[in-house]
């Protein structure tokens, strides 16, 4: 007996002390607020480069989770080591900054993780609202208190329920590799939808941030500001299956295709909406509606009996989107365009291997892959 693969979270059975999911829903909001708040609070204190150095800190979080599906005890151990280190050592280097976040993050969802497979089904409206107010809270968070602050909270409120909450503890490795990483052919399409969203996002966030400086208008009144628009286009985003399946009537495919072509000419206004903040807000929002055909890639993936582990293909998307804007500000910190070329850039890949995946060996595609599951058992 697979002794690696009998330790993933999902292979756990229901815990009987846990009867609601209540618990999951407060690590998806530590989640989010951490995402955007470490974001939003290291541009604060390190500038626009220490922001995104933090974002790709959170998406190395992702990768803690899967492939390495970090133990919940190991989850323990981490976020009580990071109280420790965060209360004596403090934050005032970017480096440790970075290791902070990226840990934090790793025990977080590694909790939600495992916290999932004890749990009864999760709706997935729900699970989006919290995910969005998550966000909403962070960028507030990151920008009304110091980066040591917030994550010393969140270690603090997450290690207290992981205590106190009457968890079940599986005995298991604190790594939990399972499987290699493989491509078959939707796993690298994957990997292109996921870079061209992450490329700009978080970059996005911070010049909507930042936008106050321009305007002379109240840092509290841009942060609101952009934790508007922030939000509204993570809902156009989230909206993007029930307007092309179920409004459009698309086949999975389709959706796909004209999702990305729809993203790609937003994503070239962007480029040049720049310095306008409310166009560039405006095509963000319209944008999300096509970022949102994620969905058919996952639903074509499973028609075509794809073999990869679309998840991981999409945590290793976030964190080389984040990565190329990285770079991109490295190499000229004054190309505010250049990002949003980048992941036009990676939309119109995604279009290409997408075609050439679905050319290949094609099932019956009048598979209908259209509908939406009413709850979710794994998922970031």
């Known amino acids: 007996m697979d002794l690696l693969q009998n330790t993933h979270p999902s292979s756990q059975k229901p815990h009987p002390e846990i009867a609601s999911p209540s618990f999951y829903y407060i690590f998806s909001l530590f989640s989010g607020i951490l995402e955007t708040g470490a974001v939003v609070s290291g541009y604060c204190q390190f500038g626009f480069f220490g922001g995104i150095g933090l974002?790709?800190?959170?998406?190395?979080?992702c990768l803690i989770r899967n492939p390495f599906h970090l133990s919940l005890q190991g989850a323990l151990y981490i976020l009580g080591g990071s109280v420790l280190a965060l209360l004596f050592l403090g934050i005032d280097h970017l480096g440790w900054a970075i290791g902070c976040v990226a840990l934090l993050s790793g025990a977080i969802q590694s909790s939600r993780e495992w916290l999932l497979a004890e749990l009864p089904p999760v709706s997935l409206v729900r699970k989006r609202f919290v995910r969005v107010l998550g966000f909403s809270v962070g960028i507030f968070a990151g920008w009304a208190c110091p980066l040591e602050t917030l994550l010393l909270s969140l270690a603090i409120c997450a290690l207290f329920l992981l205590c106190f909450g009457g968890f079940h503890f599986p005995q298991v490795p604190w790594i939990n590799w399972h499987h290699g990483v493989r491509s078959d052919r939707f796993g690298i399409v994957m990997?292109?939808?996921?870079?061209?969203?992450?490329?700009?996002?978080?970059y996005l966030?911070?010049?909507?941030?930042?936008?106050?400086?321009?305007?002379a208008v109240p840092t509290?009144?841009?942060?609101?500001?952009?934790?508007g628009w922030f939000a509204a286009g993570w809902v156009s985003y989230i909206s993007g299956e029930a307007l092309l399946s179920?409004?459009?009537?698309?086949?999975?495919?389709?959706a796909c295709i004209v999702?990305?072509?729809?993203?790609?000419l937003c994503l070239l206004m962007m480029a040049n909406s720049v310095h306008h903040p409310f166009l560039l807000g405006m095509f963000?929002?319209?944008g999300g509606f096509g970022g949102g055909s994620v969905y058919a890639i996952k639903d074509t993936a499973k028609a075509y009996r794809c073999k990869a582990d679309?998840?991981?293909?999409?945590?290793?998307?976030h964190v080389a989107g984040v990565l190329v804007t990285l770079i991109a500000l490295y190499i000229d910190p004054l190309a505010f365009s250049m990002p949003f070329i980048l992941a036009l850039a990676s939309a119109v890949m995604t279009i290409v291997l997408f075609s050439r995946a679905i050319a290949q060996n094609p099932c019956d595609m009048k598979i209908d892959t259209r509908k939406t599951p009413k709850s979710i058992r794994h998922g970031s």
Do not use: R
Request: aromatic letters at 18%.
């Open 191 to 202: 990997l292109f939808h996921q870079i061209h969203y992450f490329a700009y996002a978080y």
């Open 259 to 264: 999702g990305h072509v729809w993203v790609s």
């Open 205 to 215: 966030l911070l010049l909507f941030v930042s936008s106050g400086n321009q305007d």
């Open 220 to 227: 509290w009144m841009s942060t609101l500001i952009a934790t």
């Open 284 to 286: 963000w929002v319209l």
């Open 246 to 254: 179920n409004i459009l009537c698309l086949p999975s495919w389709k």
């Open 55 to 61: 974002a790709l800190a959170y998406q190395l979080g």
């Open 310 to 317: 679309m998840e991981l293909w999409e945590h290793l998307g």
